[in-house]
């Protein structure tokens, strides 16, 4: 895969797709680490509850999802770098088993 | 750190403080082996626009070319290596003053702003 | 002692600036229509408006952000763009009858028409901003809006029945015309809860350059003086219904009926009050809602702003609301009539404002932004309830008003 620049902002929230082309849920959230003066992806976050980070406040998220029906689905997962497959930037997939990934905690 | 929670629609502070726009979009280069790392910060109009859809920022970035000329379609990059100082904001070590990220600033002081004695 | 100087002037702004073309009309249309039956409308609105403020200079002096600022930061673009967009509409609408009563307090103190008021009070509202400070604006206009008290002595020296005064505080249904009860109700309420007046708040105290040392005076300011400015509002109401009611005229639907209502406690000197009340009232919220349309649109995309720094230095800012004020003049120079853009915009903003207060909530909950000085549930549960008590009238009272008058 030669190099590729993708815009970032542009992911997020794209269906991350899993073997089979399954979807496995939104890309929430992406953790980079300051190396030196760059910096490099570490972990993607897959389908979890950040999106309740983002709306983050608790007793009120959770009444006013409630409200609106939003039931909990299972919990999210952290994708290390390696993978997490971009070589097409609209459909992101995952290089390996869901299985094999480590849960989010809420 | 989250790129999401703590970096991207964040604001932009140059080396005096003055505030220098929100980051719009950041820039991720990809290659194979090698670790993902985010290489520019992205400012602008069509950045915004293109994130609310690919029609919308196509639009966007014809106004800009036609008002600005064909420099105007791209966004403005700002390399990764500047920044200074990630707390609340994003302190970054430029002089805004002499970036053309000041360009729109100082073209509408000219042609409006000091007119009126501002 | 500094601080208490800033509380008295924090509170004595608060009460100057509390009247303005719309819940002066509402308050004025309640009496006249339904005597006392409105006050309790008067009342939710003063309270969910004080906690709104409170909260908001509570977040600016914990996060040393503004409103707008932080619902981009924490929401993401993409999503401020809706309470972006709402806010946007709603200011101006209230923008334009702003200067339409700036303009009307005009002709009627001088006989020339508001339609070529119109330009030159664009024109001073700018001037303004453009050459003044955020201190000078502030504190200086609110301090002339006091004169709004006279609505206050009035409706002691007219002596109403105080005990059915205190009886409207209780909601009731009117014995007559519901479906104008309810948008009477719902406009005071969307003249009241108007989301420039917590955002302007948040931008203002940043512009203050409040920390956490204010959060007392904050509470205490937006306490106090929303309080006090509410009993203006009120004494509007009882003022009405004590000299409209009983003349037989039920129904303010323009402000030609008004310059007269302090006539028979003041004399000629009423007409004087109630004019230059209605000027002053408009004009400060005139500088306000301009302001707070640059503050949303600086902050919203990272701009440099500051009413205290020269216009060259945050162009962006100023010409904003330049063209604000420019576009908001076409209205009254086109002729529409004030009374029904105020209360048109008191309308939409009563539709609207979930869109700006239910993000404004999440932040005042989160943490990250106001660390340990999150919402109480108390806080949490009034602001919501009232505005949802709003939205829902709103919703079920325009469709009758739009079609039935």
């Known amino acids: 895969?030669?190099?590729?620049?993708?815009?970032?902002?542009?992911?997020?929230?794209?269906?991350?797709?899993?073997?089979?082309?399954?979807?496995?849920?939104?890309?929430?959230?992406?953790?980079?680490?300051?190396?030196?003066?760059?910096?490099?992806?570490?972990?993607?976050?897959?389908?979890?509850?950040?999106?309740?980070?983002?709306?983050?406040?608790?007793?009120?998220?959770?009444?006013?999802?409630?409200?609106?029906?939003?039931?909990?689905?299972?919990?999210?997962?952290?994708?290390?770098?390696?993978?997490?497959?971009?070589?097409?930037p609209d459909r992101p997939r995952l290089r390996c088993p869901v299985s094999e990934l480590a849960p989010l905690r809420d | 750190m989250d790129l999401v929670r703590d970096i991207l629609d964040k604001q932009l502070l140059d080396q005096n403080g003055v505030k220098m726009g929100k980051i719009d979009g950041l820039l991720l280069v990809v290659e194979a082996g090698r670790q993902p790392h985010v290489t520019h910060i992205q400012l602008g109009a069509v950045v915004l626009a293109r994130r609310l859809g690919s029609l919308c920022g196509r639009i966007v970035e014809e106004i800009a070319a036609r008002f600005g000329g064909e420099e105007r379609r791209h966004p403005i990059m700002i390399p990764w290596s500047k920044i200074a100082d990630i707390g609340v904001d994003i302190e970054l070590a430029i002089d805004s003053r002499k970036s053309p990220l000041s360009d729109v600033a100082n073209w509408l002081n000219r042609k409006i702003t000091a007119r009126f004695g501002g | 002692m500094k601080k208490l100087l800033e509380i008295s002037l924090g509170i004595v702004t608060s009460i100057g600036g509390f009247l303005e073309a719309g819940s002066l009309a509402t308050a004025l249309q309640a009496g006249a229509g339904f005597r006392f039956d409105l006050i309790w409308a008067i009342a939710l609105g003063t309270i969910c408006i004080a906690f709104l403020v409170e909260m908001s200079g509570r977040f600016a002096a914990v996060s040393r952000h503004t409103i707008a600022d932080a619902i981009r930061e924490r929401f993401g673009f993409n999503f401020f763009l809706i309470p972006f967009a709402a806010t946007l509409v709603v200011n101006f609408a209230l923008l334009c009858a702003e200067i339409g009563g700036i303009s009307l307090a005009l002709q009627y103190a001088t006989g020339v028409s508001c339609r070529i008021w119109g330009l030159p009070v664009g024109a001073l509202v700018w001037v303004l901003l453009w050459k003044g400070t955020f201190g000078f604006i502030e504190k200086g206009v609110s301090m002339l809006g006091l004169i709004t008290l006279c609505f206050v002595v009035a409706a002691f020296m007219l002596k109403p029945p105080w005990r059915e005064v205190a009886t409207g505080f209780l909601p009731t249904l009117p014995g007559h015309d519901l479906g104008k009860y309810l948008f009477v109700?719902?406009?005071?309420?969307?003249?009241?809860?108007?989301?420039?007046?917590?955002?302007?708040?948040?931008?203002?105290?940043?512009?203050?350059?409040?920390?956490?040392?204010?959060?007392?005076?904050?509470?205490?300011?937006?306490?106090?003086?929303?309080?006090?400015?509410?009993?203006?509002?009120?004494?509007?109401?009882?003022?009405?219904?004590?000299?409209?009611?009983?003349?037989?005229?039920?129904?303010?639907?323009?402000?030609?009926?008004?310059?007269?209502?302090?006539?028979?406690?003041?004399?000629?000197?009423?007409?004087?009050?109630?004019?230059?009340?209605?000027?002053?009232?408009?004009?400060?919220?005139?500088?306000?809602?301009?302001?707070?349309?640059?503050?949303?649109?600086?902050?919203?995309?990272?701009?440099?702003?500051?009413?205290?720094?020269?216009?060259?230095?945050?162009?962006?800012?100023?010409?904003?609301?330049?063209?604000?004020?420019?576009?908001?003049?076409?209205?009254?120079?086109?002729?529409?009539?004030p009374m029904r853009v105020t209360l048109l915009s008191t309308s939409l903003t009563a539709l609207s404002v979930p869109l700006g207060v239910i993000p404004f909530l999440f932040l005042m909950n989160d943490p990250k932004y106001v660390g340990e000085h999150r919402n109480g549930w108390i806080g949490n549960a009034a602001v919501l309830f009232i505005v949802a008590l709003g939205f829902v009238l709103a919703l079920v009272t325009l469709p009758l008003q739009m079609f039935g008058s």
């Open chain 3, 185 to 337: 109700a719902v406009s005071i309420l969307g003249a009241s809860i108007s989301p420039y007046l917590f955002m302007f708040y948040s931008s203002g105290a940043v512009e203050d350059e409040w920390d956490e040392s204010y959060l007392v005076t904050n509470r205490l300011i937006a306490g106090l003086g929303m309080s006090f400015g509410g009993l203006v509002g009120i004494a509007a109401l009882v003022t009405a219904a004590m000299v409209f009611l009983p003349r037989g005229i039920t129904e303010i639907d323009s402000f030609d009926k008004v310059p007269v209502v302090l006539n028979p406690v003041f004399g000629l000197w009423g007409f004087i009050l109630v004019v230059s009340s209605l000027g002053i009232a408009c004009l400060g919220a005139s500088l306000e809602l301009s302001l707070q349309q640059g503050y949303l649109v600086a902050q919203g995309f990272g701009w440099n702003w500051g009413e205290d720094l020269p216009p060259r230095a945050d162009p962006g800012f100023s010409l904003t609301y330049t063209f604000t004020i420019a576009v908001a003049t076409l209205p009254t120079v086109l002729g529409a009539d």
């Open chain 1, 1 to 88: 895969m030669a190099k590729q620049a993708i815009r970032l902002e542009l992911l997020i929230g794209k269906s991350v797709l899993g073997v089979g082309n399954k979807v496995i849920g939104p890309l929430e959230e992406i953790v980079a680490e300051q190396r030196g003066g760059a910096l490099v992806i570490q972990e993607y976050h897959v389908g979890s509850y950040a999106v309740m980070e983002r709306l983050s406040a608790w007793s009120i998220g959770r009444a006013v999802l409630r409200l609106f029906g939003a039931t909990r689905r299972s919990g999210g997962y952290r994708v290390p770098w390696a993978e997490f497959d971009l070589s097409d």
